[in-house]
C-alpha cells in the first residue's frame, strides 16, 4: 500500500527554527509537494520537488532525499502567523497525488 | 481574482437526501478533482477530470458521481447521503500539462448528514 507518514503535532517558539519531516512509500513518484492550510481555510502550495536536495524559498525551504523515501519543510525566524497545518503529498505513478494527514504546528510566543 | 469557487460552504442533509455541490474555476485550468479531508486522515481523491467531458473514479469514489459539462466547472453529486458521507470537501483544479504544477484550492464544502 501507499503511506505517508507525518507528525501530528508540532510545537515551536517565535522567531525559532523547526523541521517538519514527511515519509514515504509510494507506487512511484513524480516528486513530492508541501502545502499549508490554516485551520478552516483552504490548502495553498508551498512547495515542489523533484531532485534531491535543498529548495529554499523565503523563510521555507524544503528538501528531498529519493534514495531514503524521505522529505522535510524547514521554517525559519517563525511568526505567529504560521502557525497552521502543513499537508506533505506524493505524486505517484499514476501522476495522483497521495496526501499525508498533515502537521498541526503551533507557535507560542 | 476569484480563483477557484465553491457552494455551498455549508450544508445539512438528512440521510437519504441528495444533492450537488457545485466547483466553478476562473484559471482556464485543465485538470480538476474532488476530495474529502476527514479528521487524522489525509485528503483523499474522489474523483478528478483531465478536461472537459471526461471524468474518472479516484481512490474514494462510491457513493459519488461527478459531470464535467463545461471546463470551469465541476459538480460532484450525492446520490443518496449516508451519515459516514459527512465531512469537508475540496474542489481543486490545476494547469496540467507540467507535473510539477500545483493544485488550486477552493475554500471547501462542509457537509453535515444526520
Known amino acids: 500500500g501507499q503511506n505517508i507518514d507525518q507528525p501530528t503535532e508540532m510545537t515551536a517558539t517565535e522567531g525559532a527554527i523547526v523541521q517538519i519531516n514527511c515519509t514515504y512509500q509510494?507506487?512511484?513518484?513524480?516528486?513530492l509537494f508541501w502545502y499549508q492550510q490554516h485551520a478552516g481555510e483552504a490548502p495553498t502550495f508551498l512547495s515542489y520537488n523533484v531532485l534531491d536536495g535543498l529548495e529554499e524559498k523565503g523563510r521555507f525551504s524544503s528538501f528531498l532525499s529519493r534514495s531514503k523515501g524521505y522529505s522535510y519543510l524547514l521554517l525559519k525566524e517563525l511568526q505567529m502567523k504560521d502557525s497552521a497545518s502543513y499537508l506533505c503529498a506524493v505524486l505517484d505513478s499514476n501522476y495522483q497525488l497521495i496526501w499525508g494527514a498533515g502537521t498541526k504546528l503551533i507557535i507560542k510566543p | 481574482n476569484a480563483g477557484v469557487t465553491q457552494t455551498p460552504k455549508f450544508r445539512v442533509l438528512k440521510t437519504g437526501q441528495s444533492m450537488t455541490l457545485l466547483c466553478a474555476q476562473d484559471m482556464n485550468h485543465e485538470y480538476m478533482y474532488w476530495y474529502r479531508q476527514d479528521p487524522g486522515m489525509g485528503l483523499r481523491l474522489i474523483h478528478y477530470?483531465?478536461?472537459?467531458?471526461?471524468?474518472a473514479k479516484g481512490e474514494v469514489p462510491d457513493g459519488y458521481n461527478v459531470s464535467r459539462l463545461k471546463k470551469q466547472n465541476f459538480l460532484l453529486g450525492l446520490e443518496s447521503a449516508a451519515p459516514s458521507q459527512t465531512s469537508v470537501y475540496f474542489c481543486a483544479s490545476s494547469a496540467g500539462g507540467e507535473i510539477s504544477q500545483p493544485q488550486h484550492f477552493g475554500d471547501g464544502t462542509r457537509l453535515s448528514i444526520l
Open positions: 477530470s483531465v478536461g472537459e467531458g471526461t471524468t
Open positions: 509510494t507506487s512511484g513518484f513524480n516528486g
